[in-house]
C-alpha cells in the first residue's frame, strides 16, 4: 500500500530565502501531485507529474520528480508572505484514482 | 465554470443523528471523489465514482456511511448514527479524466456532540 511522508512537517522562513520540501513515497506511484491548503480553505492544485524527470514551474515554486528514488521536491525560490500555507504531496497507485496524501507541510513565510 | 460546490458548509450534529451532504462537481467532469480531512492531517479518500458507477471504497467508509451519485452529476454522502471520532472535514472532488488534477470544493466541516 502506498505510503507517502513528506518533510519537514513545520516551515518557518523569512522572505527572499529559498528552501524545498520533500515528498518521499513508499511504492512505485503512477502520478504525483502537489496542492496548497489556506487556514480554513479548501486544496488548490498546483501541479501534476507524470513521468520520470518530470520538472514543473509556476512563479516561486518548482516541483520536480525522481520515480527511481521515489521523491518528488518542491522547491521555493525567493519566498514572500503569501507563499504561507500548507503544502500537501499525494500520489495514485496500482491505476487507482484515489489520491494518498502527506500529512502535510505548514509554512509560514516571515518579512 | 463554477467550480465544485458542497452544501451545507457547517454541519453540528448531536451523536446518534444521521446526516447527509450534497457535492456538486464542475459540470462535466464525469468523476466525483470523497475524502476526510481531520485536524493536521491530509485528506484521506473514502469514495469515488465515475459517472453514477461507485468504483472504489475505502476501508474507512463503513457500515454506516453510504455515498450516492444517482444520475451521474450531483453526489450525496449519508452518515448514519453519527459517532464524535466522524467529525472531520469532508470534502468533495471532481476531474475530467483519471490522469489530471482532482478540484477540491470548500468542504463540509462536521462537528458531532
Known amino acids: 500500500e502506498l505510503k507517502v511522508e513528506q518533510n519537514p512537517l513545520f516551515l518557518s522562513m523569512q522572505e527572499g530565502k529559498n528552501y524545498t520540501i520533500y515528498c518521499n513515497y513508499s511504492?512505485?506511484?503512477?502520478?504525483l501531485y502537489w496542492y496548497r491548503q489556506d487556514p480554513g480553505k479548501s486544496l488548490e492544485s498546483l501541479f501534476v507529474?507524470?513521468?520520470?524527470?518530470a520538472v514543473k514551474q509556476e512563479g516561486r515554486l518548482m516541483a520536480s520528480l525522481d520515480t527511481k528514488a521515489r521523491l518528488s521536491t518542491l522547491h521555493i525560490t525567493a519566498a514572500v508572505h503569501d507563499l504561507s500555507a500548507t503544502y500537501f504531496c499525494?500520489?495514485?497507485?496500482?491505476?487507482?484514482?484515489?489520491?494518498?496524501f502527506g500529512k502535510g507541510t505548514k509554512l509560514t513565510v516571515n518579512p | 465554470d463554477t467550480g465544485v460546490s458542497q452544501d451545507p458548509r457547517h454541519k453540528i450534529t448531536k451523536r446518534g443523528q444521521n446526516v447527509t451532504f450534497r457535492c456538486d462537481p464542475i459540470?462535466?467532469?464525469?468523476?466525483l471523489y470523497w475524502y476526510r480531512q481531520t485536524l493536521g492531517q491530509g485528506p484521506e479518500f473514502l469514495t469515488y465514482f465515475q459517472n453514477e458507477a461507485q468504483l472504489e471504497k475505502s476501508r474507512l467508509l463503513s457500515d454506516r456511511f453510504s455515498a450516492e451519485r444517482p444520475k451521474g452529476s450531483f453526489s450525496t454522502l449519508e452518515i448514519q448514527r453519527t459517532e464524535q471520532g466522524d467529525s472531520a472535514m469532508y470534502l468533495c472532488?471532481?476531474?475530467?479524466?483519471?490522469?489530471?488534477?482532482?478540484?477540491f470544493g470548500p468542504g463540509t466541516r462536521l462537528t458531532v456532540l
Open positions: 459540470s462535466e467532469h464525469n468523476r
Open positions: 472532488a471532481s476531474s475530467l479524466d483519471p490522469v489530471n488534477e482532482q478540484f
Open positions: 511504492t512505485t506511484s503512477d502520478r
Open positions: 499525494a500520489g495514485t497507485q496500482g491505476g487507482s484514482e484515489k489520491l494518498v
Open positions: 507529474l507524470l513521468s520520470n524527470g
